[in-house]
């Protein structure tokens, strides 16, 4: 299983999305959140998204990826995307009590990370980052053509998408991010 654990709105569905399109160039890949994991599939590469800490699983993992951004970044994002979207599991997302422990839980993936994505370096350089996450994976891909199917992912106008693990609002700025 590879963990992909990182902070809300840091980027981490688009690193989780990242780390599945780069892996299907190789293997089948079977790719949800954690609450639906089914260790049971198949394919040839679990691809989790996963927050909240847990020791068995980052002891446990093939590789841990693990995603930050500056948390008054995070902040500002969590407001513009209640904006966006309504739902009601948002509304306290934006609380400094909530973020306190989404760095804790952080922290404690970080310990275990083989790579730890930075928001402003993917920003500033997604090229780069598509290769590093290749390199880290051990597949060798076009970098190009793997940023033209990440930006070719469509955020749903309402609901979830379980492939993707994007829902309405996902993104709140112009970023692709």
């Known amino acids: 299983m590879i963990l992909v654990a990182g902070i809300y709105r840091s980027a981490s569905t688009w690193m989780y999305n990242c780390i599945r399109v780069i892996l299907e160039e190789k293997y089948s890949v079977y790719g949800c959140f954690i609450d639906n994991y089914d ?90 980052v598509i290769g590093r996450i290749a390199q880290k994976l051990g597949v060798a891909v076009n970098v190009k053509r793997i940023k033209r199917k990440l930006d070719n992912l469509q955020i749903p106008k309402e609901g979830f998408n379980p492939v993707t693990l994007y829902h309405a609002g996902h993104r709140t700025n112009n970023n692709n991010v």
């Open 39 to 128: 260790k049971e599939r198949k394919e040839q590469k679990h691809v989790v998204k996963i927050i909240k800490y847990d020791e068995v699983l980052a002891i446990n993992a093939e590789q841990v990826f693990t995603s930050y951004r500056n948390y008054e970044d995070i902040i500002a994002s969590m407001k513009r995307r209640r904006e966006v979207n309504k739902d009601e599991r948002f509304a306290n997302e934006a609380r400094w009590e909530n973020l306190n422990n989404y760095l804790i839980n952080l922290l404690m993936w970080q310990s275990h990370s083989d790579y730890i994505m930075l928001y402003t370096t993917l920003e500033k350089h997604p090229f780069d």
